[in-house]
C-alpha cells in the first residue's frame, strides 16, 4: 500500500505537480514528499546526473557549499575548493564519498 502510494507520489511529480499539491493531496508534508522522490528518483527533483560513487545528499551538499555539482568536467575546480566542502559539513559520509571519488579521479592524494 505504502509502496504504491509512494510510486503515485513519484509519477505526479515527474508529471510536473508542485510539491505541495502533492502534500495536500496525500496528507503529508513537503518534505515528506521531496523525501519520497529522492529515495524513488533523484530525477524526479529536477537533480542533474551523478557520478556513481556519490550520494545525492553529498551531491547537494557540495552545491551548497560551493555552488558547483559534482561531475567530471568541475572534478579539479571541487578538488582545488576541497577545504571550502569539508569546512561547510559535518557529515562523515559526505568526506569520504568526496574523498573517495576525487581519489578515483586521481584528483587526490
Known sequence: ???????????????GMPFA????????????????????RPSAL????????????????????????PNEENAPEIARRLTEVLEATTRRKTIRELGAWLQSLKLFP
Do not use: H, N
Open 21 to 40: 499539491l502533492i502534500a495536500r493531496r496525500f496528507g503529508l508534508s513537503e518534505s515528506r514528499i521531496r523525501a519520497i522522490c529522492l529515495s524513488y
Open 46 to 69: 529536477g537533480v542533474p546526473p551523478l557520478p556513481d560513487s556519490l550520494s545525492v545528499i553529498t551531491a547537494l551538499e557540495v552545491d551548497r557549499s560551493i555552488g558547483l555539482w
Open 1 to 15: 500500500m505504502k509502496l504504491a502510494r509512494d510510486k503515485k507520489i513519484v509519477a505526479l511529480r515527474e508529471q
